[in-house]
């Protein structure tokens, strides 16, 4: 009687432990296809990225920092790499979010230098303590971004790089 009362026990929480993990797993499902498409609406409609490669970051109370890598499709990055930085002219606002926290400034064309933000900090800072891309990407990213076929453009608290040649867009926020 003991051992079928113990199991009966046993077999419901087995049930409500992966209830539990089933429930877990669906929330961070949903949550992660919101962040994609949170850090999607970011960008320029003309951008256009058909992917995004990897986003890492911290997020704490109310900010976060962090970055997120985004491929190109082949075509826009064709296009940029035919046009030159005249094909970032009306590629200044986010394509689904409103207000000037998320207007570009302008594009510029690399190589990025490396001097200090606005706030004292070193440009690329999110980018290289507030993730952990793999470090192949971070090496891979770094070194392009020192070309002279890249563009770049800042926003409040976020730097947007585009790197055609490897079809690459990478956002690296910190606020």
Known sequence: MLQTAIRIMMTALGWLVAAILTLMLILFGLFKLHQTYH??????????????????????FREGCGAVVYRLSRRTADQITAEGQSFFHDAMKARGKEGSYYDHTGWIRGPIPPW???????????????????PELMRKISALSENE???????????????????????????
Not at 39 to 59: H, M, N, Q, R, W
Not at 116 to 134: A, M
Not at 149 to 175: M, Q, W
């Open 39 to 60: 850090y999607i609406d970011i960008l320029p409609e003309k951008l256009g990225p058909v992917s995004i490669v990897a986003i890492s970051g911290k997020t704490h």
């Open 149 to 175: 076929d890249v563009f770049y453009s800042t926003r409040r608290e976020a730097v947007t790089v585009v790197i055609p040649e490897e079809r690459l867009v990478i956002l690296s926020y910190n606020g």
């Open 116 to 134: 200090q933000g606005d706030k004292g900090h070193p440009f690329w800072l999110p980018f290289y303590i507030c993730t952990d891309l793999s």
